[in-house]
């Protein structure tokens, strides 16, 4: 290593490691396991994708751990993606700025329970120490309980100081006076905090320098992979630089754009086509689109759809997920826009296909969920079991959105957006929403799974509200089948996906 700046960025690493008094230097102990060390060199870039900063990490190599004897528990939450996007939601409709920390070298805050020996840093091992090994009092990057020493440790500092740990996210926190609220979300060592109040934001900045090394990097602008942008209008989310790395990782950044993800058809043919003999292009692209759709619920059923593919792919699969990307191309500046509305409701609307799949005639479930303007959650995925009728395959994509309903019900409640009557849930079906409100037509629907009649009890409980909307209005349309083009923008701009402002 002979260039200075990945030499000071390693010396940078072990000033941190030293100064929260990470480990010690012992002698090695005869019936320790030890485990071994490297470096990591990473160059982080800006959201314009330029190089900001030279990043040294240091490393245990977890693999070497011993189950029972290095380490016990690994678990660690971090905050949803619906969290995240609701918290924007609501931020937008109450006039709330976003502001982003982050924790400098998270890791090495989490105290270890265990007994942990790991060896000396390469390249910087002072004479009178060799042979000598370092026993760590806190974690260390690459160790297997690692995240869950970090999250034990930043959980603790927030219920101390009078948070209220989410019981719908583990990673989200909320702090409440008689007149204020604070709002913070956690992914790792990333911080999202927003609130009522900035002066009790400011505080709480404050707070957490005061505990942890934090750089302070003002208000939200780039957080995982995701463009931020805060304005007049209220909130827009976006992965536009993503969107162009990708295409140019598959070498699409020239190709010619498309109006929608997937050609419109009604039920899809089987096609006996050739096999991919390298399937590792394919699966990369269709996560990179996976991805892609944190903030792009239009392409939500086509990357859905591709994914149902991964282990054995086909040339039809694969041009077909080049077509979402030629469609990604000609809508790079779009996101999800949120912002403030006269009367904020928190509604979702539920849609089936029926046995669209042709191999084994499953239907495909969508749903989504806004709260006055852009879309906070989707989802598009493939039912477990046969419907054997149109209304059973609405009926069973309306117990997924109950789900979905209730649990955002409660975490927008605890986050000061107060919902106290049942959610809306839209349906183009009547015979779905009618098996849903009363036990009826038993000889049609004896054989359903006892799991949906959730919805039936939801519905009685008050807990949601079905109601029917005629087929041109269903949003969540966009999410169980490819359509043309009218009807796929149309849909679009209900989604709240739109082109950056």
Avoid at 119 to 148: D, M, N, S, T
Avoid at 204 to 210: D, G, Q, S
Wanted: proline residues 3%; charged residues 30%; positive net charge.
């Amino acid at each position: 290593m002979k260039d200075e700046k990945w030499i000071e960025a390693m010396r940078e690493e072990l000033q941190m490691i030293e100064k929260n008094k990470t480990w010690q230097v012992v002698m090695r102990p005869k019936d320790k396991n030890l485990i071994s060390v490297k470096w990591i060199f990473r160059l982080k870039t800006n959201a314009s994708g330029e190089a900001i900063k030279h990043k040294a990490r240091l490393v245990a190599r977890g693999f070497t751990q011993e189950y029972g004897v290095d380490y016990l528990e690994t678990f660690a939450p971090v905050s949803r993606y619906d969290t995240i996007r609701t918290i924007m939601a609501i931020a937008a409709q109450q006039g709330w700025k976003l502001f982003q920390m982050d924790v400098k070298s998270a890791f090495l805050n989490g105290d270890l329970e265990e007994e942990v020996y790991i060896e000396q840093p390469p390249g910087f091992i002072e004479e009178e120490e060799e042979g000598k090994v370092l026993k760590l009092h806190k974690a260390l990057y690459g160790l297997k309980q690692a995240p869950r020493a970090w999250y034990g440790r930043i959980d603790g500092y927030f219920i101390k100081n009078g948070f209220e740990r989410s019981i719908n996210d583990a990673a989200f926190y909320v702090k409440k006076t008689s007149k204020e609220i604070l709002v913070v979300s956690l992914y790792v060592d990333d911080i999202i905090v927003t609130g009522s109040n900035i002066k009790e934001i400011e505080k709480f900045k404050e707070e957490m320098k005061n505990e942890f090394e934090m750089t302070d990097l003002g208000e939200l602008s780039y957080f995982l992979g995701m463009e931020v942008n805060q304005n007049e209008e209220g909130i827009f989310l976006s992965q536009e630089n993503y969107a162009k790395k990708l295409l140019k990782k598959f070498g699409m950044q020239d190709c010619k754009s498309m109006s929608t993800p997937l050609i419109p058809h009604g039920k899809k043919k089987e096609v006996l086509d050739e096999k991919l003999e390298d399937v590792t292009k394919y699966r990369s692209m269709i996560g990179g689109l996976l991805y892609l759709c944190a903030s792009r619920p239009d392409i939500m059923y086509a990357s859905s759809y591709l994914s149902r593919y991964m282990t054995s792919p086909t040339m039809q699969h694969l041009q077909e997920a080049k077509r979402v990307l030629r469609y990604v191309k000609g809508t790079l500046t779009y996101g999800i826009q949120f912002k403030q509305v006269e009367e904020p409701e928190l509604v979702g609307f539920s849609d089936s296909d029926w046995g669209g799949s042709v191999k084994d005639k499953k239907s495909t479930s969508g749903y989504v969920f806004s709260i006055g303007s852009g879309a906070c959650c989707w989802n598009s995925s493939k039912q477990k079991t046969v419907a054997q009728s149109t209304a059973e395959a609405e009926y069973i994509a309306i117990c997924s959105a109950a789900n979905q309903a209730i649990w955002l019900q409660r975490l927008v409640n605890e986050i000061g957006f107060k919902v106290e009557k049942g959610i809306r849930i839209l349906c183009d079906n009547k015979s779905a929403i009618a098996i849903g409100k009363n036990p009826v037509q038993h000889r049609r629907t004896k054989h359903i799974d006892i799991k949906y009649h959730f919805v039936r009890e939801a519905e009685q409980k008050g807990k949601i509200k079905l109601e029917h909307c005629p087929g041109e209005f269903q949003v969540a349309d966009i999410l169980t089948k490819p359509l043309n083009t009218i009807r796929f923008e149309s849909l679009r701009e209900g989604l709240g996906v739109k082109m950056k402002p």
